[in-house]
Nanobody
Framework: QLQASGGGLVQAGGSLRLSCAAS????????MGWFRQAPGKEREFVAS????????YYADSVRGRLTISRDNAKNTVYLQMNSLKPEDTAAYYC??????????????????WGQGTQVTVSS
């Protein structure tokens, strides 16, 4: 089970940190990812991280502004969001990939999804 939190309303240029808490004892075996979906658009990849935290992937649109990290002792993955833009407005979803600990940009690789947390960036 995945529980995402930390969304909210922020002005352009501001920051937020999303968290995703996972249940279970094998969290470090799973790659984790963040995806987002804006109204009227398809869900898109944002970032992913390997089970150990040593490998990360980012969408080109967020690289350098958003940072994914994880704390395996707390069974939690984070998405630090800086220099936010109005186009970052979306519902953000965390996801767990149980088939192997390497990260993936494909949503179909992920087995478990959180409920989503809304991020709204005003101009």
């Amino acid at each position: 089970q995945l529980q995402a939190s930390g969304g909210g309303l922020v002005q352009a240029g501001g920051s937020l940190r999303l968290s995703c808490a996972a249940s279970g004892r094998t969290f470090s075996n799973y790659a984790m990812g963040w995806f987002r979906q804006a109204p009227g658009k398809e869900r898109e990849f944002v970032a992913s991280i390997s089970g150990s935290g040593g490998m990360t992937y980012y969408a080109d649109s967020v690289r350098g502004r958003l940072t994914i990290s994880r704390d395996n002792a707390k069974n939690t993955v984070y998405l630090q969001m800086n220099s936010l833009k109005p186009e970052d407005t979306a519902a953000y979803y965390c996801a767990a990939k149980t088939a192997g600990s390497w990260p993936s940009r494909s949503s179909s690789a992920y087995d478990y999804w959180g409920q989503g947390t809304q991020v709204t960036v005003s101009s």
